[in-house]
């Protein structure tokens, strides 16, 4: 396992511009900005967890996959790596093996929300449903924000109608 050592990020703003820049769906200018940054900064989590959602939002599978090992090897205990694996997996139509990933590092995974609420959905889109249904009710106990997402998510329809109010 690497030994990663953190440091301060030489220029703080710049990733954090970076980072809004993608919150405000200004792509582009994130991936730019990104793109000016010390090597170091991009393997920081949030440097390289920015990357990672990036290179999902341009389509580009194969590259956020490679990120999502990297975010693995380099932060193992950290859930990002394992929830945007298996997220990218899922979207490239491997849905088994998301669901794989993230009961592999249940331990890693097992408090967050987003990572429930993906398993949930993973086990609906196998017809899994009871066991969907338990995982995303927990996601949206755990934070209840997730309820919203959950009534127009395509991967819960065939169990939108049995989640609890």
């Not at 990672?52 to 939002?57: C, V």
């Not at 979207?91 to 929300?113: C, D, F, G, K, Y």
Request: aromatic share 6%.
């Amino acid at each position: 396992m690497p030994n990663v050592q953190l440091h301060e990020p030489t220029d703080p703003r710049a990733l954090r511009t970076a980072q809004g820049y993608y919150e405000l769906g200004m792509t582009s200018d994130s991936q730019s900005l990104l793109a000016q940054l010390p090597a170091e900064d991009k393997l920081r989590p949030d440097g390289l967890e920015l990357s990672i959602l990036l290179e999902l939002d341009t389509g580009h599978y194969n590259e956020a996959l490679e990120l999502c090992d990297s975010a693995i090897s380099l932060y193992p205990n950290a859930p990002f790596g394992f929830v945007n694996k298996a997220f990218t997996l899922h979207e490239m139509n491997r849905t088994p093996e998301s669901l794989q990933i993230l009961e592999e590092a249940h331990l890693v995974v097992a408090v967050e929300p987003t990572a429930i609420y993906n398993r949930g959905c993973y086990l609906a889109c196998l017809k899994r449903n009871t066991e969907g249904i338990f995982w995303v009710n927990k996601a949206i106990r755990l934070d209840p924000k997730l309820r919203d997402h959950a009534e127009t998510d395509p991967d819960l329809l065939a169990i939108r109608h049995r989640l609890e109010p």
